[in-house]
């Protein structure tokens, strides 16, 4: 089956690029012809969950794969780990510093947002080793 | 080549071609080639007969010859030159910021609209989510735009006043966009235009001037809308509105920002975006004379003789937008305008085509290829609209090393 699968990094607390990389699957996406509505729910997906890695995660590792029914996003880093990850998907739960605050972020909605957008979600993180985030988006 | 947003232009056998569909008439290309290699599609080549046409102008046309002609001296100037008649958009524009502020109000209560709202008022704007942000689509408001109001009312008052019908009368405006003839022929904010062509300030300019008369000391002028004149510049639309959470942002490249922005699901907490891809606003279109930091001064000079607060009644005007005077006729908002060309399969096997082609072209960037970028060309050579060897640095590299095999 035709699938395509591209790989990028994305670096932690590097407030300068990031969302770049969301942004390149955004256009590859469309330029592809992918429906819009597709093509926003994983836009939305892939930049709340790289904003994460910048936010709290450590180096990440973001990938793409594409095939006739599904488009896979997966955003893995080997940071702190999320603690308690039914907690983290609560609306609302941020545990933003209140510098991040400041310049817009820690609504807290970023994770219940990729569970809205998306069509399934599997979340692997352990304490100290890093997080793994892959969405699932089907295309039809 | 380089400047257009959607990169629809190919320059093959020293000729400019353009890839139908993909094209957003934003006037990219004009502003960029003083010489005149491309040129906008307005009424000139149109009959217009003067005596059955209304004139609608843009208030850009009244900050194009300096602050010291006000814009009913300019009215004037137009009039003479023996058109019907000629209407003032100001007004209207500030009518339509108290529909937009209405609409705000009612969609925030009952949590329906998607945010933040999209000005349906640039039609490059307009046109460029339909092409490449189709999802944002529903972010625009059903409201019509001034321009459009102003030639359906001005219709009807000419037709009420002197008994004439409605079809014996043709409304030009006059703009200062190359994107006006296109968004009549082919609106996306309504089905059908109330105007009948548009024409370029920039056609007119020189006939004004000849035509220009002081009738009174400007400071005596009669009251036009400061707002409404404010317009023309960036920030200017949102400047008309009252207390909700604004955003104005103007020039190409910062729209297209704005909007993978806000189709990542970012800016929710904004009310409505005011976007305008000339730079600077109206002032900065492709088809004005005067410079836009010029214009600019101009305006800030009317504004502050004109004042800044609304002239227009808001009671009226609520009962207006309750019986739907506003509304467009395009309930769902406009349509998309992307093409399923291929299915994802193909799409696959296209971008894996794309990405080796790529990989084997130099990446100077030079578009000695007729194309924008190295990524656009492997694009054209997959799809079978050109070959590698139209790339100077891939058939060098071909000439040298069959020179080299035969010896030489
Ligand atoms: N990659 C990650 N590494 C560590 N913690 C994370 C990661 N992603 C999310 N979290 C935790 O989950 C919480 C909720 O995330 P989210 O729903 O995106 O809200 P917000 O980004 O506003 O804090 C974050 O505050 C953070 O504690
Ligand atoms: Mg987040």
């Given at each position: 089956?035709?699938?395509?699968?591209?790989?990028?990094?994305?670096?932690?607390?590097?407030?300068?690029?990031?969302?770049?990389?969301?942004?390149?699957?955004?256009?590859?996406?469309?330029?592809?012809?992918?429906?819009?509505?597709?093509?926003?729910?994983?836009?939305?997906c892939a930049y709340e969950s790289e904003?994460?890695?910048?936010?709290?995660g450590g180096e990440g590792t973001f990938?793409?794969?594409?095939?006739?029914?599904?488009?896979?996003?997966?955003?893995?880093?080997?940071?702190?780990?999320?603690?308690?990850?039914?907690?983290?998907?609560?609306?609302?739960?941020?545990?933003?510093?209140?510098?991040?605050?400041?310049?817009?972020?820690?609504?807290?909605?970023?994770?219940?947002?990729?569970?809205?957008?998306?069509?399934?979600?599997?979340?692997?993180?352990?304490?100290?080793?890093?997080?793994?985030?892959?969405?699932?988006?089907?295309?039809? | 080549?380089?400047?257009?947003?959607?990169?629809?232009?190919?320059?093959?056998?020293?000729?400019?071609?353009?890839?139908?569909?993909?094209?957003?008439?934003?006037?990219?290309?004009?502003?960029?080639?003083?010489?005149?290699?491309?040129?906008?599609?307005?009424?000139?080549?149109?009959?217009?007969?003067?005596?059955?046409?209304?004139?609608?102008?843009?208030?850009?046309?009244?900050?194009?010859?300096?602050?010291?002609?006000?814009?009913?001296?300019?009215?004037?100037?137009?009039?003479?030159?023996?058109?019907?008649?000629?209407?003032?958009?100001?007004?209207?524009?500030?009518?339509?910021?108290?529909?937009?502020?209405?609409?705000?109000?009612?969609?925030?209560?009952?949590?329906?609209?998607?945010?933040?709202?999209?000005?349906?008022?640039?039609?490059?704007?307009?046109?460029?989510?339909?092409?490449?942000?189709?999802?944002?689509?529903?972010?625009?408001?059903?409201?019509?735009?001034?321009?459009?109001?102003?030639?359906?009312?001005?219709?009807?008052?000419?037709?009420?006043?002197?008994?004439?019908?409605?079809?014996?009368?043709?409304?030009?405006?006059?703009?200062?966009?190359?994107?006006?003839?296109?968004?009549?022929?082919?609106?996306?904010?309504?089905?059908?235009?109330?105007?009948?062509?548009?024409?370029?300030?920039?056609?007119?300019?020189?006939?004004?001037?000849?035509?220009?008369?002081?009738?009174?000391?400007?400071?005596?002028?009669?009251?036009?809308?400061?707002?409404?004149?404010?317009?023309?510049?960036?920030?200017?639309?949102?400047?008309?509105?009252?207390?909700?959470?604004?955003?104005?942002?103007?020039?190409?490249?910062?729209?297209?920002?704005?909007?993978?922005?806000?189709?990542?699901?970012?800016?929710?907490?904004?009310?409505?975006?005011?976007?305008?891809?000339?730079?600077?606003?109206?002032?900065?279109?492709?088809?004005?004379?005067?410079?836009?930091?010029?214009?600019?001064?101009?305006?800030?000079?009317?504004?502050?003789?004109?004042?800044?607060?609304?002239?227009?009644?808001?009671?009226?005007?609520?009962?207006?937008?309750?019986?739907?005077?506003?509304?467009?006729?395009?309930?769902?908002?406009?349509?998309?305008?992307?093409?399923?060309?291929?299915?994802?399969?193909?799409?696959?096997?296209?971008?894996?085509?794309?990405?080796?082609?790529?990989?084997?072209?130099?990446?100077?960037?030079?578009?000695?290829?007729?194309?924008?970028?190295?990524?656009?060309?492997?694009?054209?050579?997959?799809?079978?609209?050109?070959?590698?060897?139209?790339?100077?640095?891939?058939?060098?590299?071909?000439?040298?090393?069959?020179?080299?095999?035969?010896?030489?």
């Amino acid at each position: 089956m035709a699938e395509l699968e591209k790989t990028y990094t994305v670096k932690p607390r590097d407030f300068i690029r990031a969302g770049e990389v969301s942004i390149q699957i955004q256009s590859l996406l469309k330029s592809m012809g992918v429906t819009p509505d597709i093509v926003r729910r994983a836009s939305v997906c892939a930049y709340e969950s790289e904003m994460n890695i910048v936010m709290y995660g450590g180096e990440g590792t973001f990938t793409l794969r594409v095939d006739q029914d599904m488009i896979m996003i997966r955003a893995c880093d080997d940071g702190p780990g999320i603690d308690d990850i039914e907690l983290a998907f609560q609306e609302g739960y941020s545990t933003a510093t209140p510098e991040y605050r400041e310049i817009g972020f820690g609504a807290g909605m970023g994770l219940p947002n990729i569970k809205k957008n998306s069509d399934e979600i599997q979340v692997e993180s352990h304490k100290g080793e890093g997080t793994c985030l892959v969405i699932y988006i089907k295309i039809n | 080549m380089k400047v257009c947003p959607t990169k629809a232009i190919r320059v093959k056998n020293r000729t400019v071609s353009y890839i139908a569909g993909d094209c957003i008439d934003c006037g990219e290309c004009i502003r960029a080639c003083p010489r005149g290699a491309v040129s906008a599609h307005t009424t000139e080549n149109l009959k217009v007969e003067k005596t059955k046409t209304i004139l609608s102008v843009s208030p850009v046309l009244y900050t194009q010859f300096g602050p010291g002609y006000a814009p009913h001296e300019i009215d004037a100037a137009l009039k003479s030159m023996g058109y019907y008649d000629v209407y003032d958009q100001c007004e209207m524009q500030e009518m339509f910021n108290v529909a937009m502020e209405l609409y705000i109000n009612e969609n925030r209560k009952n949590k329906d609209a998607p945010w933040p709202l999209i000005s349906p008022v640039c039609p490059v704007v307009v046109r460029l989510i339909a092409y490449r942000f189709p999802s944002l689509l529903r972010n625009i408001p059903p409201i019509i735009p001034p321009r459009e109001l102003v030639a359906r009312e001005s219709k009807k008052n000419a037709a009420q006043r002197y008994g004439i019908g409605e079809d014996d009368i043709n409304v030009l405006h006059v703009t200062p966009c190359s994107a006006k003839m296109i968004s009549i022929k082919d609106p996306l904010v309504v089905k059908h235009s109330s105007l009948y062509g548009a024409i370029g300030i920039n056609k007119i300019y020189n006939d004004v001037m000849k035509h220009l008369r002081h009738v009174a000391d400007i400071d005596k002028a009669p009251h036009s809308s400061g707002i409404g004149i404010g317009w023309c510049m960036s920030g200017g639309e949102i400047a008309g509105m009252e207390d909700g959470n604004f955003l104005a942002v103007s020039g190409m490249q910062e729209t297209i920002q704005y909007l993978e922005k806000i189709e990542m699901g970012l800016l929710g907490e904004i009310d409505y975006v005011e976007f305008r891809t000339c730079a600077e606003g109206c002032i900065g279109g492709p088809l004005t004379v005067c410079d836009k930091y010029q214009a600019k001064h101009t305006i800030q000079r009317l504004v502050r003789l004109f004042g800044p607060e609304r002239t227009v009644k808001c009671g009226y005007l609520k009962q207006l937008y309750k019986k739907g005077w506003y509304s467009s006729d395009r309930e769902a908002g406009p349509p998309v305008r992307t093409q399923q060309v291929r299915s994802i399969a193909d799409a696959i096997e296209r971008q894996k085509e794309v990405e080796k082609i790529h990989k084997m072209l130099p990446g100077k960037e030079c578009g000695v290829c007729g194309t924008p970028n190295c990524e656009t060309f492997a694009e054209d050579v997959a799809d079978g609209k050109a070959t590698v060897e139209e790339c100077v640095f891939i058939k060098c590299f071909k000439n040298n090393t069959e020179k080299k095999r035969e010896g030489r």
